[in-house]
């Protein structure tokens, strides 16, 4: 059986839209490409740069392969966009490349495709937001000193939007997703109407392009190629989120894919002849899109639009992190790979926990990089497309199994484009090995080898808990239950109260030190005198310390028990305040968890804790 079929007959019916009031919590086709797409439509920023960068060291003769390179790209594009519908199809859970690797490759290769995307999700992350911050220090240079803050203010904003929901973060970057394809495209359209350029932005500005002219050799273009294929980032973002949208999943997520596709294969074609036609050179200091912006609209407010919208962009492409790694954590939670905190969701079908990871891991980045986009870029796309690569290799062989109608033109197109990424991804890695990539490398085996030991982690509780066997007959046990109290109230006698019920017998006990003052003293008598009037049925025991403690005294005393009576089970209820506001917790003392603290650590006693609610009181 196929793994498209086995997953369709496993799924459960689609719920009617509308029936379910968490659905409006997921996206629609627009909404993904809004939550999901900002990485791979901000890429066109800094791919087509990318590109003429690496050309450019062959001199104005090297420019001339801009658009056949960025040909190449969109043709691999192109593969991708299809091959990851596919994707989306035969795995409707979400997981990508690791959910493909799981079905079709092994163990270990999904965990170097999903060890491959965590770094790339959080190196997306740092990139991003450095680099729409570097956009904003550019126009505003005194910012440049605050860029670490400014970098951290805007991770701050961007994971506030996604713990409301990707919903959320889709309405929220709806408009300026909108407004940069709409500028990005007219920018097209526009330039290719004129004869000549309206404005030289580069004027004055000292040109990159090699004095010497150089032949382009294959090495040349396998470089420029694996450079400009980081616009490629992104695109397997909405098959590794396909559950965040709304029912009918794959369909949406299917047309999403597509969509993005085209936009991004038309974006990067059209900004690739404008170079040609206006003869564009790479320059120190602006970029090659402020260059065609200037190109085509002049130096005017179209110019500051296109700008103000792709800094915007740049610092919001974060976002598609935000939607996809904590999709891909929940489904190594599943599998036991990571902790099963990470599969728990949260309002709004969040899955908080891994926001909120991403969010740590790169603040960790954008500190240890000062805000630096250039440190960080070397890092960027490596992982990514090893992802690629072995999404591409497992589709191959999905279609071998499956045998189904035209399953060898779709297994050589995959096969063609694993060939693709795995050339950029060798070129990538050794060309940028010296500037950082090396850290990837090093990375990536270490993730790895952190999810088997997690793996094998809960192996071990398993087999403790004796998980898959069914259990004996449950019997009952001789029980002592232990109340810590230090004056009589309403609290000790709701512990009391709950005491009684969980076991054979019940134990109060207070703990008197023998260096006391009179204050003490008299408060212990007063607390043994009101015992005897109270008459709750239960014991108090007095426990001598010679010094004033309360967590030591209380674990001997319980070791003590457990050597000298034949009880099977000890449990120690400590009673509780919780209060009935939150600013009003420092009010209270925290016995209650020091006394845990100590039960826990010093014996095999099982702890609950009572709390008693000030507010229902």
């Known amino acids: 059986m196929s793994a498209s079929a086995a997953t369709t007959e496993s799924a459960p019916p689609p719920i009617p839209e509308g029936g379910d009031p968490a659905e409006r919590h997921r996206l629609s086709a627009l909404g993904g490409l809004a939550a999901l797409s900002l990485d791979a439509m901000a890429s066109v920023a800094y791919g087509p740069e990318a590109i003429v960068l690496v050309l450019a060291t062959a001199g104005a003769h090297g420019l001339g392969f801009t658009l056949p390179v960025t040909l190449a790209i969109a043709a691999l594009l192109a593969v991708l966009t299809f091959s990851y519908r596919q994707v989306i199809a035969a795995f409707p859970d979400g997981g990508g490349s690791y959910a493909v690797a799981k079905a079709h490759l092994g163990r270990r290769t999904a965990l170097v495709a999903a060890a491959s995307l965590v770094i790339d999700y959080v190196l997306n992350v740092a990139v991003s937001v450095t680099a729409g911050v570097a956009a904003l220090t550019s126009a505003f240079p005194g910012l440049y000193g605050d860029r670490v803050w400014i970098c951290l203010g805007v991770l701050l904003l961007v994971t506030a939007i996604n713990l409301r929901g990707i919903a959320e973060s889709a309405r929220a970057f709806m408009i300026p ?50 450079s400009g294929c980081s616009a490629l980032t992104g695109v397997e973002a909405i098959a590794n989120a396909v559950p965040s949208f709304r029912v009918p999943r794959v369909k949406r997520a299917q047309h999403t894919e597509i969509a993005l596709g ?38 005017g407010f179209g110019f500051y639009v296109v700008q103000f919208a792709t800094m915007l962009l740049l610092a919001l492409a ?45 603040a960790v980045l954008l500190v240890a990089s000062g805000g630096d986009v250039n440190s960080l870029v070397p890092l960027f796309a490596i992982g990514v497309f090893v992802g690629f690569t072995i999404c591409q290799v497992g ?78 007959a449950p019997d009952r046990r001789h029980s002592l239950v232990v109340v810590p109290v230090g004056t009589l109230s309403r609290l000790t006698r709701e512990a009391l109260s709950a005491a009684i019920s969980l076991g ?42 010679a010094r004033r403690e309360l967590a030591r005294p209380l674990v001997a005393h319980l070791r003590t028990l457990r050597a000298e ?43 609950c804790r009572l709390r008693l609610r000030l507010a229902d009181a």
């Open 395 to 472: 589709m191959v062989r999905h279609w071998w199994l499956s045998r189904c109608a035209g399953w060898r033109g779709k297994a050589l197109l995959n096969g063609f484009g694993a060939l693709l990424t795995a050339a950029a991804t060798v070129v990538e890695t050794l060309t940028k090995f010296t500037e950082g990539a090396w850290v990837v490398v090093v990375l990536l085996p270490l993730l790895v080898l952190l999810f088997a030991a997690v793996r094998r982690g809960y192996g071990r509780i398993g087999e403790k808990l004796e998980l898959g066997v069914v259990p004996a």
């Open 565 to 607: 009576h034949a009880y099977d089970r000890i449990t120690v209820l400590v009673p509780e305040v919780e209060p009935e506001h939150w600013w009003t917790w420092p009010l209270h003392n925290q016995r209650g968890a020091l006394i845990s603290r100590a039960v826990r650590r010093g014996t095999d006693a099982t702890v």
């Open 504 to 545: 054979d017998e019940v134990m109060a006990v207070t703990v008197v030190p023998d260096e006391s003052d009179a204050e003490e003293r008299e408060a212990a008598e007063a607390l043994r005198r009101d015992w005897e009037l109270w008459q709750p049925g239960v014991p108090l025991v007095e426990i001598h310390s």
């Open 177 to 226: 997703t909108a407004v940069f394809v709409v500028s990005i495209l007219a920018v097209i359209v526009v330039g290719l109407l004129r004869a000549h350029p309206a404005d030289l932005l580069a004027a004055g500005h000292a040109s990159v392009v090699a004095s010497n002219a150089t032949s382009v050799g294959v090495l040349l273009l396998l470089r420029a190629f694996a």
């Open 262 to 299: 085209a936009l991004l294969g038309v974006m990067l074609i059209g900004l690739a002849v404008l170079i040609g036609r206006f003869h564009l050179q790479p320059v120190a200091d602006v970029t090659v899109l402020a260059q065609l912006t200037d190109a085509a609209f002049g130096h």
């Open 318 to 362: 974060a976002n598609t992190s935000f939607g996809g790694l904590p999709v891909l954590l929940r489904l190594l939670a599943r599998d036991h790979y990571l902790p099963h905190v990470f599969a728990l969701r949260a309002d709004h079908q969040v899955y908080r926990h891994g926001v909120l990871a991403l969010a740590g891991a790169s």
